[in-house]
């Protein structure tokens, strides 16, 4: 039992620092996984997610073993390959503690989920106004930094400055890709709140956190982050609907949907620099990174073409990659310029990276990985309110169109902690459901 309690305690604790260090996530998480191993195990059926998912690490390590092969059996293969894309196996484990959780732990974890968002929320609001990372800022007093320290700054203003938000994290995209998880929850909370019949106090902080949230969001400037939510807001409302639950069109309701047009709006035509310097970007103006994507995708391209089977091997992108994008500069020479500027440490897809690093199986193991998953979140009976917190995990496949989240160990520990925690409460109650 006592073994028990310290599973819950490190995983709890490893949910909510997710949105303060990838480190100390990571430390809870092993933590976490050392207690299960001693505590008693809870029978669970081998259903349709755990079975891809372990078909798709299967896959991963029979690519590395055969590239493995291909380098002579070079054992400084092996250890280049788990530096890469291999150690995020490991993150695996938050999957397989999540389905050990018993139906009575599930409200201890699922509350830690909601602890996440909060700090997730309030860290990055508080990082619009500090014009240091508050993760760089932490870190320098128990030691001496020398990497950059200074956050993007929008604008400032007499006594005022304000930044692009990150939290704790490190970077805007991370960040980003983390709320991308939790707004879904955030925005129908404060939705439902509009019309719910709560306590005014309650009903106030849950509109508050998602101006708070949607604040952040905007300037934070992770689009694929914004896309994906938007896709799982867009399933939310089409499973409310298909539920038949209140859906009130009321005044109130009109009225505050045709104020943010307006003040949408009004932002987008008022002539001023902070305005233009916030908006622009999400239009797709001043993004080179925009434009960067396509000769990423290019190159990529060129070495799945070349390796469509098997890929070119966990470890090998960076490598391959230059070795492409220098051929198709020299094949295009009026593009030189971009093929060597454009940033290319991913391929800016987690579908073309996973091709072109593993071959068309993995890739196609994903795919049902991602199609079984939205699949459960449309089928399951789980109430309304609990599900709002696994939408995100629909949107999180739809931002790997433009983003290799999935190759983000900040980002795929939180999305193994979901994918598990809602495929074990989905198991759960289902199991109930037969008993009454």
């Not at 909601?114 to 990372?133: H, K, M, N, W």
């Not at 604040?215 to 939510?229: C, H, Q």
């Not at 995708?297 to 799945?304: E, N, P, R, V």
């Not at 433009?402 to 598990?420: A, P, R």
Request: contains cysteine; hydrophobic residues 55%; glycine residues 6%.
């Amino acid at each position: 039992m006592i073994a028990r309690k310290f599973f819950l305690f490190f995983l709890s604790f490893s949910i909510v620092t997710c949105a303060i260090s990838v480190s100390l996530s990571q430390g809870f998480l092993v933590l976490s996984f050392l207690a299960l191993l001693i505590s008693p195990k809870e029978k669970w059926e081998i259903n349709k997610i755990f079975f891809i998912s372990i078909l798709f690490w299967l896959g991963e390590l029979i690519i590395l073993i055969i590239h493995f092969g291909f380098s002579n059996f070079d054992t400084s293969y092996l250890k280049i390959a788990f530096n890469a894309e291999i150690k995020d196996f490991f993150l695996y484990f938050a999957f397989l503690c999540m389905m050990n959780l018993k139906r009575s732990e599930l409200p201890k974890i699922i509350l830690s989920v909601q602890i996440f968002a909060v700090v997730l929320v309030i860290t990055g609001f508080v990082s619009i106004f500090s014009d240091y990372r508050l993760g760089w800022l932490f870190a320098s007093l128990t030691k001496e930094m020398t990497t950059w320290g200074f956050q993007h700054n929008y604008f400032r203003t007499p006594g005022l400055s304000i930044n692009l938000p990150i939290g704790l994290m490190n970077t805007h995209l991370t960040y980003g890709g983390l709320l991308m998880f939790v707004y879904p929850w955030i925005f129908f909370k404060g939705f439902q709140s509009i019309f719910s019949k709560d306590k005014v106090i309650s009903r106030l902080l849950s509109l508050l956190l998602l101006c708070a949230a949607s604040l952040v969001f905007v300037l934070n400037n992770a689009r694929s982050a914004m896309g994906g939510s938007g896709i799982s807001i867009a399933i939310g409302f089409l499973i409310w609907y298909l539920r038949g639950l209140r859906f009130p069109i009321s005044k109130r309701i009109i009225f505050s949907a045709l104020a943010l047009i307006i003040i949408l709006n009004g932002l987008l035509i008022i002539p001023s620099e902070p305005a233009k310097r916030i908006l622009t970007p999400l239009l797709g103006a001043d993004k080179h990174t925009d434009s960067g994507r396509s000769f990423i995708w290019d190159s990529t391209w060129a070495l799945i073409q070349e390796h469509p089977i098997l890929g070119i091997g966990a470890g090998n992108y960076g490598k391959e990659i230059e070795i492409a994008r220098k051929e198709l500069s020299l094949k295009y020479s009026e593009l030189a310029f971009f093929y060597e500027t454009t940033q290319r440490g991913h391929a800016h897809n987690d579908y073309l990276h996973l091709w072109a690093v593993f071959g068309i199986g993995v890739l196609l193991i994903y795919f049902l990985l991602a199609f079984y998953l939205v699949q459960a979140i449309l089928d399951t009976k789980i109430s309304f309110n609990e599900l709002s917190l696994y939408l995100g995990i629909a949107g999180f496949f739809m931002a790997g169109l433009l983003q290799c989240y999935f190759q983000d160990d900040e980002v795929v520990i939180f999305f193994w902690m979901l994918v598990g925690l809602f495929t074990r409460s989905k198991q759960l109650n289902e199991a109930h459901e037969l008993i009454a």
